[in-house]
């Protein structure tokens, strides 16, 4: 689980982010960063059981995201994310594609899926899901994964038809995606829980099909 001193050290790090704050209470993100990767530990042994894509072997400093932020080319130039990231979980052939898990207060969320693939891999998937929509559709219009990850339709996507693609195409709701992803929000709570490593591993076994068939539509 994750401790409270965790998310306090974020709630702070969020109202005061800056180099000099930052500093001034760096044992207390070493404490917190320790904390995160003992979790990832324990979530690796869990997923361990559910996916046999993920070695245990893995070691979780390597999952765990780096805090500082690349301002080079955003307006924003705070020096530090608000959030913990974990990924890095499986073996797939591409690391985009796999489990994702955010550590933030009031904001903690675990996904699964590949996030804006690029323009290669795209044109694979969604040549994939003209020939083999049907596997997709069963995966991501199942009842359970509707009721734990949402309308798998609903994300961002082309305003205008992919290239190739005809309007009247009976899949073409999921071949305008731009990205390929299953989410689910995950309470302060439920992450602080004993139980939160295999609560999580639990949902990732859910998203694991989808893994699956995008991994399967690059290869």
């Not at 071949?175 to 992450?191: H, M, P, V, W």
Request: proline share 3%; charged share 25%.
């Amino acid at each position: 689980m994750i401790q409270n001193s965790t998310l306090q050290f974020l709630t702070s790090l969020a109202q005061h982010n800056n180099r000099e704050w930052f500093q001034a209470n760096k044992a207390d993100y070493d404490q917190a960063h320790q904390d995160v990767i003992s979790f990832t530990g324990a979530l690796i042994k869990e997923l361990g059981k559910v996916d046999a894509g993920v070695k245990t072997d893995i070691d979780p400093k390597k999952c765990v995201m780096r805090i500082y932020r690349d301002v080079r080319f955003s307006k924003d130039k705070t020096p530090y994310k608000t959030n913990f990231g974990i990924g890095r979980l499986t073996h797939n052939k591409t690391v985009e594609i796999g489990y994702y898990l955010q550590i933030e207060p009031g904001k903690s969320f675990i996904a699964g899926g590949y996030w804006m693939p690029q323009n290669e891999h795209l044109k694979a998937i969604r040549q994939e899901i003209d020939y083999n929509a049907a596997e997709l559709t069963t995966i991501v219009d199942a009842t359970e994964f509707k009721k734990l990850f949402g309308e798998f339709r609903e994300q961002e996507k082309l305003k205008t038809l992919p290239k190739g693609y005809e309007a009247d195409n009976e899949n073409i709701s999921l071949l305008k995606l731009k990205s390929f992803i299953a989410y689910r929000d995950l309470t302060d709570q439920e992450i602080m829980k004993p139980d939160a490593a295999k609560k999580i591993a639990a949902l990732c076994n859910k998203l694991q099909p989808l893994n699956v068939f995008l991994n399967n539509a690059i290869t």
